[in-house]
C-alpha cells in the first residue's frame, strides 16, 4: 500500500502521557517523527483499505527503520493498540 501525506497536514508529533516520557519523549526527534506525521494521517483521515492495525503497525516499522530501540518502539506500538482506539474511531462517526 502507498499514501501519501498532503504538504500543511498538521500531526502533533507523538502524543505521550507524562508517564511514558522515559520510554517515548513527546519532543521532536528523527526517529519518531516520520512514524507519527504518517500514524495521524492515517488515524485522522478515513483513506479507503488502510485499518487500524495497519497504522499501528507502520507506525513501529517507520520507527524501527529510522533508528529508534526496538523495545521502545515495542513499547509505543502497545501503547497505540491498547489506547489508540478512541482517536481512530473519532472520525469515523
Known amino acids: 500500500k502507498t499514501l ?9 508529533g507523538c502524543s505521550v502521557p507524562r508517564a511514558f516520557w522515559g520510554i517515548v519523549s513527546p519532543n521532536i ?5 516520520r512514524a507519527a506525521i504518517v500514524h495521524d494521517y492515517i488515524y485522522r483521515s478515513t483513506l479507503p483499505g488502510w ?6 503497525e507502520l507506525f513501529y516499522d517507520f520507527m524501527v527503520e529510522d533508528g529508534f ?4 518502539a515495542g513499547m509505543a506500538y502497545y501503547g497505540v493498540r491498547w489506547f489508540g482506539w478512541a ?5 469515523r462517526v
Not at 501519501?4 to 502533533?12: H, M, N, R, W, Y
Open 51 to 56: 485499518t487500524r492495525l495497519e497504522a499501528d
Open 69 to 72: 530501540p526496538k523495545f521502545k
Open 29 to 33: 526527534d528523527p526517529r519518531t517523527l
Open 4 to 12: 501519501t501525506v498532503p504538504a500543511g497536514f498538521k500531526s502533533d
Open 87 to 91: 482517536s481512530f474511531n473519532e472520525v
